[in-house]
């Protein structure tokens, strides 16, 4: 017997066992025990019990704080749009979305989603969480012309100091990496999260080269160290003279051949800056090269280094068996260059006055119908 049938046939007996007579009342208790299985204390406790049993009676407990369905919904959208992060995240991209938001937000209700804390938001985005499985083919080819000259990365790097870089190459490639396609060189700042993204067609060197000559010129900071992994697009003798032969030279390194958590900054944003907006499709149309770098250079870099939020690892300490890591707050790429010392100051009110020239909503929806366009290309 269902719960909701014992609770309508309690209801059916309440009434009758109340005004029923002292030996009516023993076999109306006998029939309600044997019919629900119930011990005849409890059976005896439900009867009498002041509480209402019916469906639409009042909860117990206090209210709800954020029952307003308009709490859900802005939630909801501001997630869809900043490409379902995590809900401690999403708790640090609220204040930098919430302003630009396009409906009209009760002052009370401003006040709830700045409040609300990464659990609540957990707990009222479960039902819409959604999961993803999908993996890619790996490109990389050894180069092994310059190893000897490249040394390997031993965490020497200065990484609270913006200009540390870690560069990958992300092969558009679909389920076959059969002749050519397009690649997106992909770098990361270390210190800061600040990301470039260029297109590239194929793995040719000069290609490569261009790429990352471009990208330099687009970071609000100079470069002083650059790794990369083993690929042959990498470890060439366009890139080692270009970065050695300069008057202040860049350090140069290269992971453990292998070893892809040597390289772990840049592989993470491979997944949460390419491939969860761009996917696994085969990009085998030259055109297509054209278009990601206009989309790169444009909404892309604006939308991810001043209103993606990332937390970065602080601590991490072994405890018996388990690994205890521990988080800084999430913060954007632009919040963390305006916290550095290493940054002057002309730079920080530059990106300062573009970040308030900016409206985060309208950057997505130039970067969704871009990427509908890119994709669309690849279907035709």
Request: with cysteine; proline share 5%.
């Amino acid at each position: 017997m269902s719960p909701h049938a014992k609770k309508e046939y309690l209801e059916k007996i309440r009434d009758r066992y109340k005004h029923a007579s002292k030996k009516e009342k023993r076999l109306i208790l006998d029939e309600f025990c044997k019919v629900c299985n119930y011990n005849r204390k409890y059976a005896i406790r439900l009867i009498n019990s002041k509480f209402p049993t019916n469906k639409n009676a009042a909860k117990r407990g206090r209210k709800k704080h954020y029952a307003d369905p308009m709490i859900k919904k802005i939630l909801g959208d501001i997630w869809v749009a900043t490409n379902l992060p995590c809900s401690k995240r999403l708790k640090a991209i609220l204040p930098l979305w919430l302003p630009h938001y396009d409906h009209d937000v009760p002052d009370y209700t401003y006040l709830q989603l700045l409040s609300i804390s990464p659990a609540s938001i957990d707990r009222l985005m479960k039902p819409d969480r959604d999961k993803f499985s999908r993996r890619g083919l790996s490109t990389t080819k050894p180069g092994s012309l310059l190893k000897k000259k490249i040394p390997i990365k031993t965490n020497q790097w200065d990484e609270t100091q913006p200009g540390f870089v870690e560069v990958d190459g992300v092969a558009h490639c679909g389920a076959s990496t059969a002749g050519m396609f397009a690649y997106t060189i992909n770098c990361v700042d270390i210190a800061t999260s600040w990301t470039e993204q260029r297109a590239v067609w194929g793995k040719g060197e000069r290609g490569v080269l261009h790429s990352i000559e471009d990208i330099e010129n687009s970071l609000p900071f100079e470069i002083q160290g650059f790794d990369c992994d083993n690929g042959s697009e990498f470890i060439n003798w366009h890139l080692y003279r270009y970065f050695v032969n300069r008057e202040k030279p860049v350090k140069f390194t290269r992971s453990r051949p292998y070893r892809k958590n040597d390289n772990a900054h840049v592989e993470g944003k491979n997944w949460t800056h390419i491939r969860q907006y761009l996917g696994y499709e085969r990009f085998d149309k030259i055109e297509i090269v054209q278009q990601l770098n206009e989309l790169y250079t444009s909404e892309w870099r604006l939308y991810f280094n001043f209103f993606i939020p990332s937390a970065k690892l602080v601590e991490k300490e072994r405890i018996g068996s388990r690994v205890v890591k521990k988080y800084d707050y999430p913060k954007t790429p632009f919040q963390r260059i305006q916290d550095s010392p290493y940054i002057d100051q002309e730079t920080k009110a530059l990106l300062k006055k573009q970040f308030d020239e900016l409206n985060p909503f309208e950057l997505q929806k130039k970067l969704a119908s871009k990427i509908k366009k890119i994709l669309r290309n690849v279907e035709r």
